[in-house]
């Protein structure tokens, strides 16, 4: 997890709403980074101790749906600095609403995620009990 960086008295308003919209996308690759760490190992335990076709499926595929969100993420926060430029409510109202879409799908990618983590661990389980 990223720090917060401060605000200062002097920053606009807009500034300081694009310094916390990019903290936020900074914590979101960071989680999604872990993920993919997290996915290797639950691959590897699916191949040796599970080995359950479907779950190895669900998991390639969650793998790949978590490389395409942090793809996505990383040029996401490449364009975040634009909404400084907006000189109407319109725009500013299109980068808020962007972001909250961006928001959204990263907190369904890590509900799936924690969903996928739960079949996983139950599976452990079962075959530890065996």
């Known amino acids: 997890m990223i720090a917060s960086k ?9 500034r300081i ?20 760490k997290e996915l290797d190992f ?17 998991l390639h595929g969650t793998r790949r749906e978590n490389a395409l969100m942090l793809a996505s993420l990383y040029r996401y926060d490449n364009s ?24 959204d799908t990263y907190l369904s990618h890590i509900t799936n995620y924690r969903n996928l983590k739960l079949k996983i661990l139950s599976q452990i389980l079962l075959n530890a009990k065996s």
């Open 42 to 58: 639950y691959l590897d335990i699916e191949d040796i101790m599970i080995r359950n076709s479907k779950l190895y499926q669900e």
């Open 17 to 36: 709403m694009m310094k916390k919209d990019r903290l936020e996308i900074n914590n979101w690759t960071d989680e999604l980074e872990f993920l993919n």
């Open 80 to 103: 975040v600095g634009k909404a400084i430029e907006c000189d109407t409510v319109e725009c500013d109202a299109y980068y808020l609403n962007h972001h909250e879409k961006k928001r």
């Open 6 to 14: 401060h605000f200062y008295p002097h920053e606009s308003d807009k």
